[in-house]
C-alpha cells in the first residue's frame, strides 16, 4: 500500500481558527467604518430636515397660510402668536437656526451655521471643529430656504470629506 500524503482535518482547521483569530484582530485597524456612519447620519438628517419642512408646509396649506410669512409655527408645525415661534417663508421654514430647530431636533449633536451670506444654513457634526465663518466642515447639509411661491427649498449632502 502506498502512503497518502495530504493534511489532516486537524491541521486544517487549526489553520483555519488561526486566520479567523488574525482577521478578527486586524481587519478593524484596516477597515475604517466611521466615514460611512457620519454619511449614513447625514443622509438621516437630510431626510429629517426634508420630511419635518414639507410637514410644517402643510399645515400652513390646510391652515390657508403658505402666502402669509408673518405666519408664525411653533416646533409641532401649529400656527400660535407666543411662544418659541418662527415666521414661514413661502410656507416653509426659514434657513435660520430657529427655523432648522423648529424641524430638526438638535440635542447639542450639531451646529448650525448661516453660509453663502444670507441664503443658506449649514448643518454639521458639532464634533468636528470650525474656527471661523471661512473655514467649512467636510461632511454636512446645506439648506437653501424657497426661493419664491411654489419652489421647494433644496437640500445639498456633502460627505466626501467624512
Request: glycine share 10%; charged share 20%.
Amino acid at each position: 500500500m502506498q502512503k497518502q500524503k495530504g493534511f489532516t482535518l486537524i491541521e486544517l482547521v487549526v489553520v483555519i481558527v488561526i486566520l479567523g483569530i488574525l482577521a478578527a484582530v486586524a481587519a478593524p485597524k484596516f477597515i475604517d467604518i466611521s466615514s460611512d456612519a457620519r454619511i449614513a447620519t447625514l443622509n438621516g438628517v437630510e431626510g429629517a430636515l426634508k420630511s419635518g419642512n414639507e410637514l410644517v408646509h402643510s399645515k400652513a396649506l390646510v391652515a390657508g397660510q403658505e402666502d402669509n410669512d408673518s405666519y408664525k409655527v411653533d416646533a409641532d408645525g401649529n400656527g400660535v402668536d407666543s411662544g418659541q415661534v418662527t415666521s414661514l417663508v413661502n410656507g416653509y421654514v426659514p434657513h435660520t437656526e430657529a427655523g432648522i430647530n423648529l424641524i430638526f431636533d438638535n440635542s447639542g449633536d450639531w451646529s448650525v451655521i448661516a453660509v453663502d451670506g444670507d441664503t443658506s444654513v449649514r448643518i454639521y457634526p458639532e464634533d468636528i471643529v470650525v474656527t471661523d465663518e471661512t473655514d467649512s466642515p467636510a461632511c454636512y447639509v446645506d439648506y437653501v430656504q424657497s426661493a419664491g411661491d411654489g419652489v421647494k427649498p433644496t437640500y445639498t449632502l456633502e460627505g466626501d470629506g467624512c
